[in-house]
């Protein structure tokens, strides 16, 4: 069996699709990638479907074996990846790009610097059985992804593909722009619950980032948003960047592995362009909030998913990756000159 | 029929029936949900996602690139001014609840000593009650179950449970539930079931669904015991109880 297995674990490997479309209704939070956008740009660089399963890397990644002939990788979010061969010191790697690995070698994926995630897709994909649907982890109730948890020592990812199919590696051609300024949130569906001076405190304050913030949700500290009817309402659905403001009057933007329904007052939801900002955000970093329409949030959504499209439709082709045969013959500079024509022509 | 529709962002919307928990209102939500159900099963309403009943609403989610709130709504008033079929009726489901000893219903003496009863006044109660299933949520699989007999409503506990076992029967409030996990809860324990209330092993994890009609029926431990067995092992056949299980209790 072909496999990458976790020699030395990270600290917030999780599997992740797209998430778990479709059982909200039985109570099933749908989890899935904090960044669908970090996601898909891997997963195109590795050659896969947008919603095919990879590792959603948090804070710091494993070392993973390579035990096939050979896979192909794509790592993206800023990461300062390492190949590690034999003796040999760790040689670094770029991020934002696929590699080759061999093998024997080990891919360190290392710490992410400046954002909370960051991914990691195989070409071809996991042979893990989806539950429900998706290889999504939901580790509070263990299920999902890779035995329902966060990888440990000596997990055996098993892999579709034996070997990685033909083809040159590819690179995106500068990083994705997230965006920034206010996070965009519509109004509702609880804005009614809020005086007008709390509305106003939420959309004219600076919210910072606490240190409870995980797949579940982020805890913002800042000014105390006033309610005007009170913090409970009788349960109902909670969508994705869902703001709920419990009595404290604190806000609390719901993420992924969100509760399906809940009772405190919502007073507006991100919209869904700046999620992706929202899974990358690390404790300390200070936001705005800044009040758009639906209308206006669904066609920000639909410019940035073409703007994905676009950064894939603009991959560069990238060198191969420092861990493979080449890889000697260029630090020996016996092929320098293919090695700049193609680039040249790309 | 007047709804009120609420923002979740632009991947969602709630349609809010009313700002009470009632028969009537739920059934409107389960009607709705229903409703759109048969509406994509016949390939309409693209782009919808899914659907999430609770008490008094149902969101409505949806994917932004493939359709738009504008566009949604309409047709979703036009589900709601054709008429909703609010008379459905949920599958029965009978849930065999042990009630026997400290260790399976560690509060039934204090419940019966706030409820002014005897604990077998208070399991009667809890029997004789006609459970319906509001809403799933919390964790996967737990229901929200109203329908409680009204001599039986206690607040939560002041002081919450940091673990207590799976399929223990809990009653607060108005509701009953069953935990689908070992988990963290509030409310007071008087009985458990054989039964997973989610299952990971099986096509269709989640036992209960929004709109079941429950009623619970007393076994004793060595029933409990065998049924529990089957359970464990994972052969037993999950529609025994939305019919008839006694088979499975005969010595």
Same mark, same amino acid.
């Given at each position: 069996?072909? %496999?990458?297995?976790?020699?030395?674990?990270?600290?917030?490997?999780?599997?992740?699709?797209?998430?778990?479309?479709?059982?909200?209704?039985?109570?099933?939070?749908? +989890?899935?990638?904090?960044?669908?956008?970090?996601?898909?740009?891997?997963?195109?660089? %590795?050659?896969?479907?947008?919603?095919?399963?990879?590792?959603?890397?948090?804070?710091?990644?494993?070392?993973?074996?390579?035990?096939?002939?050979?896979?192909?990788?794509?790592?993206?979010?800023?990461?300062?990846?390492?190949?590690?061969?034999?003796?040999?010191?760790? @040689?670094?790697?770029?991020?934002?790009?696929?590699?080759?690995?061999?093998?024997?070698?080990?891919?360190?994926?290392?710490?992410?610097?400046?954002?909370?995630?960051?991914?990691?897709?195989?070409?071809?994909?996991?042979?893990? %059985?989806?539950?429900?649907?998706?290889?999504?982890?939901?580790?509070?109730?263990?299920?999902?992804?890779?035995?329902?948890?966060?990888?440990?020592?000596?997990?055996?990812?098993?892999?579709?593909?034996?070997? +990685?199919?033909?083809?040159?590696?590819?690179?995106?051609?500068?990083?994705?722009?997230?965006?920034?300024?206010?996070?965009?949130?519509?109004?509702?569906?609880?804005?009614?619950?809020?005086?007008? +001076?709390?509305?106003?405190?939420?959309?004219?304050?600076?919210?910072?980032?606490? @240190?409870?913030?995980?797949?579940?949700?982020?805890?913002?500290?800042?000014?105390?948003?006033?309610?005007? @009817?009170? +913090?409970?309402?009788?349960?109902?659905?909670?969508?994705?960047?869902?703001?709920?403001?419990?009595?404290?009057?604190?806000?609390?933007?719901?993420?992924?592995?969100?509760?399906?329904?809940?009772?405190?007052?919502?007073?507006?939801?991100?919209?869904?362009?700046?999620?992706?900002?929202?899974?990358?955000?690390?404790?300390?970093?200070?936001?705005?909030?800044?009040?758009?329409?639906?209308?206006?949030?669904?066609?920000?959504?639909?410019?940035?998913?073409?703007?994905?499209?676009?950064?894939?439709?603009?991959?560069?082709?990238?060198?191969?990756?420092?861990?493979?045969?080449?890889?000697?013959?260029?630090?020996?500079?016996?092929?320098?000159?293919?090695?700049?024509?193609?680039?040249?022509?790309? | 029929?007047?709804?009120?529709?609420?923002?979740?962002?632009?991947?969602?919307?709630?349609?809010?029936?009313?700002?009470?928990?009632?028969?009537?209102?739920?059934?409107?939500?389960?009607?709705?949900?229903?409703?759109?159900?048969?509406?994509?099963?016949?390939?309409?309403?693209?782009?919808?996602?899914?659907?999430?009943?609770?008490?008094?609403?149902?969101?409505?989610?949806?994917?932004?690139? =493939?359709?738009?709130?504008?566009?949604?709504?309409?047709?979703?008033?036009?589900?709601? =001014?054709?008429?909703?079929?609010?008379?459905?009726?949920?599958?029965?489901?009978?849930?065999?609840?042990?009630? /026997?000893?400290?260790?399976?219903?560690?509060?039934?003496?204090?419940?019966?000593?706030?409820?002014?009863?005897?604990?077998?006044?208070?399991?009667?109660?809890?029997?004789?009650?006609?459970?319906?299933?509001?809403?799933?949520?919390?964790?996967?699989?737990?229901?929200?179950?109203?329908?409680?007999?009204?001599?039986?409503?206690?607040?939560?506990?002041?002081?919450?449970?940091?673990?207590?076992?799976?399929?223990?029967?809990?009653?607060?409030?108005?509701?009953?539930?069953?935990?689908?996990?070992?988990?963290?809860?509030?409310?007071?324990?008087?009985?458990?079931?054989?039964?997973?209330?989610? /299952?990971?092993?099986?096509?269709?994890?989640?036992?209960?669904?929004?709109? /079941?009609?429950?009623?619970?029926?007393?076994?004793?431990?060595?029933?409990? /015991?065998?049924?529990?067995?089957?359970?464990?092992?994972?052969?037993?056949?999950?529609?025994?109880?939305?019919?008839?299980?006694?088979?499975?209790?005969?010595?």
């Amino acid at each position: 069996m072909s %496999a990458l297995k976790v020699v030395r674990p990270g600290l917030f490997d999780t599997v992740q699709d797209l998430g778990r479309i479709g059982y909200m209704a039985l109570g099933m939070p749908t +989890a899935g990638a904090m960044d669908r956008v970090g996601l898909a740009l891997a997963n195109a660089l %590795a050659g896969n479907p947008a919603n095919t399963a990879g590792l959603e890397i948090g804070v710091m990644g494993p070392d993973l074996l390579v035990e096939a002939e050979s896979v192909r990788i794509a790592l993206t979010g800023p990461l300062s990846p390492a190949l590690i061969e034999g003796d040999s010191p760790p @040689k670094p790697l770029e991020s934002d790009r696929s590699h080759l690995l061999k093998r024997g070698q080990i891919l360190r994926v290392g710490m992410v610097e400046g954002s909370s995630t960051a991914y990691l897709a195989v070409a071809g994909g996991f042979t893990i %059985a989806p539950f429900m649907g998706s290889l999504s982890t939901y580790a509070r109730a263990g299920i999902g992804g890779f035995e329902g948890r966060k990888l440990a020592a000596d997990d055996v990812l098993p892999l579709k593909l034996d070997s +990685a199919p033909a083809g040159d590696e590819r690179k995106l051609a500068g990083p994705f722009d997230y965006g920034s300024g206010p996070i965009r949130v519509i109004w509702g569906p609880q804005d009614d619950y809020f005086s007008e +001076a709390g509305r106003q405190t939420f959309v004219t304050s600076e919210y910072t980032v606490s @240190k409870e913030a995980d797949r579940m949700g982020i805890r913002f500290e800042g000014p105390t948003i006033e309610h005007s @009817k009170g +913090a409970d309402i009788i349960s109902d659905g909670i969508g994705p960047g869902a703001i709920q403001v419990p009595g404290a009057g604190l806000p609390i933007v719901l993420l992924g592995d969100r509760q399906t329904v809940g009772g405190y007052s919502k007073i507006a939801t991100v919209a869904s362009v700046d999620l992706p900002r929202l899974g990358r955000l690390l404790p300390g970093r200070t936001v705005r909030f800044a009040a758009v329409s639906v209308a206006d949030a669904e066609s920000l959504r639909r410019e940035q998913d073409a703007r994905v499209q676009r950064a894939i439709a603009g991959f560069q082709v990238a060198r191969p990756a420092g861990g493979i045969d080449l890889a000697r013959l260029y630090e020996e500079n016996l092929i320098d000159g293919i090695v700049y024509e193609r680039e040249a022509v790309t | 029929m007047s709804v009120r529709y609420l923002s979740c962002g632009d991947t969602a919307f709630s349609v809010e029936f009313g700002n009470e928990i009632s028969p009537q209102i739920n059934g409107q939500v389960m009607a709705l949900h229903a409703a759109i159900g048969q509406a994509r099963a016949a390939g309409g309403l693209g782009g919808l996602v899914e659907t999430v009943p609770s008490m008094r609403a149902l969101m409505v989610t949806y994917d932004p690139l =493939a359709t738009t709130r504008a566009e949604l709504q309409p047709q979703i008033d036009a589900l709601i =001014a054709r008429g909703l079929a609010t008379d459905a009726v949920g599958r029965k489901v009978r849930i065999p609840c042990c009630y /026997d000893g400290e260790e399976f219903a560690p509060d039934l003496a204090e419940v019966a000593e706030r409820t002014r009863k005897t604990p077998e006044q208070v399991i009667a109660a809890h029997l004789a009650s006609p459970f319906k299933v509001y809403v799933l949520g919390f964790m996967p699989g737990l229901a929200y179950i109203a329908g409680l007999d009204p001599t039986l409503y206690l607040p939560r506990r002041a002081q919450p449970r940091v673990r207590l076992p799976r399929s223990t029967v809990a009653i607060a409030m108005d509701m009953t539930t069953i935990y689908p996990f070992e988990s963290p809860g509030g409310w007071h324990l008087i009985g458990r079931t054989p039964l997973w209330m989610f /299952d990971q092993r099986r096509e269709q994890p989640v036992f209960l669904a929004p709109g /079941d009609l429950l009623t619970f029926e007393r076994i004793d431990r060595a029933q409990y /015991d065998a049924i529990a067995q089957k359970v464990e092992a994972g052969t037993l056949d999950w529609s025994l109880f939305y019919s008839d299980w006694s088979e499975l209790i005969e010595p």
